[in-house]
């Protein structure tokens, strides 16, 4: 058999590169002769510049940085030849913020700049940037601010680049950073099509996450809407993709050039996932969380979906399953034989997070074995084993 192995992140247990060799073990377990073919993948969120370091097999160069809170930490970049890429949540990601310590008025993504200056100190002139897990909502000032902008209130003076501060800002200096980028070709790959303000906007649909909640929404979202202005740009504001992280595809799309891209569909390109399906007799993916959420442009669902277009079924894997029969449908219909809960729901969460590779490569061994045995691509659909 050629098995392809294309799994998410499982959050906060194992990252998509973890959770690939856990799958890869498990189907050596069962069938010590298949042929694997790893790829693991991410929409942009946390793992995404692992994963696609590991598709270029590009060397991996950790940096010292900040997280949403100013504090230090170490995160990282793929570099090959002239490519970079770097994920957002890898700095300033929610995930490196414990929930009593969020909060989104101080919060900001200067580390994200601080990780792009280090790539384009190592010699990168193309640079990918994976959008999501923000844990901040300062429009990309912070990161912006980092490559050499500055935030300047009424009187000249620079302003901290957070939202706590926003009101003091009167002008934005755009063309440090912006020199500091010259000539370098930046690809943003994020998880969603929410424009920067309004009802569905960066702040309205992400900040509840975050710890915002009404008015303080309401009053980023206008300031974020006024920041807009000043900047020249308030025509971007209802743009699709724009509300990406906090805003930061906002600042990169239409302060520094970057072209927006969907990133799922872009990684899936970028590793030739589609080749790598073609003629394969299984796919196995997963992710911490399969819900409604992960078939609307989630990782899992655009494997999923490639998936189905090269005839190969799947096996979807899942710390924990909540999906409806309108979503077993939709599993079903794109090849789905079976949906696996690799956790008891009565183990403790901080055990079942801790084992988490562990119960992935023996669900996969079993799930695999299952497989096999059948003898042929069943018709056995997710509502049987639900």
């Known amino acids: 058999m050629r098995i392809v192995v294309a799994p998410d992140s499982f959050k906060e247990s194992m990252t998509a590169v973890q959770a690939a060799r856990a799958m890869a073990a498990g189907v050596r377990d069962a069938l010590p002769a298949c042929a694997i073919n790893q790829v693991p993948v991410s929409d942009g969120g946390e793992g995404f510049a692992e994963a696609i370091a590991s598709a270029w097999a590009a060397s991996w160069r950790e940096v010292s940085t900040i997280d949403a809170l100013g504090r230090p930490l170490t995160a990282g970049f ?5 490519r970079a890429v770097v994920d957002l949540a890898s700095s300033v990601g929610l995930e490196h913020i414990a929930p009593g310590e969020r909060d989104v008025m101080r919060s900001s993504t200067a580390g994200l700049g601080h990780v792009i200056a280090a790539a384009l100190d190592a010699g990168a002139r193309s640079l990918l940037i994976g959008l999501g897990g923000s844990a901040s909502n300062d429009l990309g000032l912070g990161m912006l601010v980092a490559l050499g902008a500055r935030c300047l209130d009424e009187r000249g003076h620079e302003v901290d680049p957070v939202p706590a501060e926003f009101p003091r800002i009167r002008s934005i200096e755009v063309e440090p950073a912006r020199r500091c980028l010259e000539g370098m070709s930046i690809t943003v790959a994020g998880d969603v099509t929410n424009p920067l303000t309004g009802p569905r906007g960066a702040a309205a649909v992400f900040g509840p996450q975050k710890g915002l909640i009404g008015p303080a929404i309401t009053w980023i979202d206008g300031e974020m ?10 025509h971007w504001a209802c743009r ?17 050039g970057a072209e927006l891209a969907t990133g799922i569909d872009h990684l899936t390109r970028v590793v030739g996932l589609r080749k790598r399906l073609e003629g394969a007799d299984l796919l196995l993916t997963g992710e911490g969380t399969l819900d409604g959420q992960s078939l609307d442009g989630k990782a899992v669902s655009g494997v999923l979906r490639l998936a189905c277009e ?77």
Do not use: M, Y
Request: contains cysteine; proline residues 6%; hydrophobic residues 40%.
């Open 78 to 82: 793929g570099l090959d030849g002239h």
């Open 225 to 234: 809407t006024r920041l807009a202005g000043v900047l020249g740009l308030s």
């Open 240 to 256: 699709p993709g724009t509300g990406a992280a906090g805003g930061t595809a906002f600042t990169l799309t239409a302060v520094l």
């Open 310 to 386: 090269c005839g190969a079924p799947s096996i979807v894997f899942a710390g924990r399953v909540r999906v409806d029969a309108e979503a077993q449908q939709r599993l079903s219909d794109l090849g789905v034989r079976d949906i696996v809960q690799i956790s008891d729901p009565s183990e403790p969460l901080e055990s079942s997070l801790r084992r988490g590779p562990n119960h992935l490569r023996r669900a996969v061994a079993d799930a695999v074995r299952h497989f096999s045995a059948r003898g042929d691509r069943s018709s056995r659909t997710p509502s049987d084993i639900l």
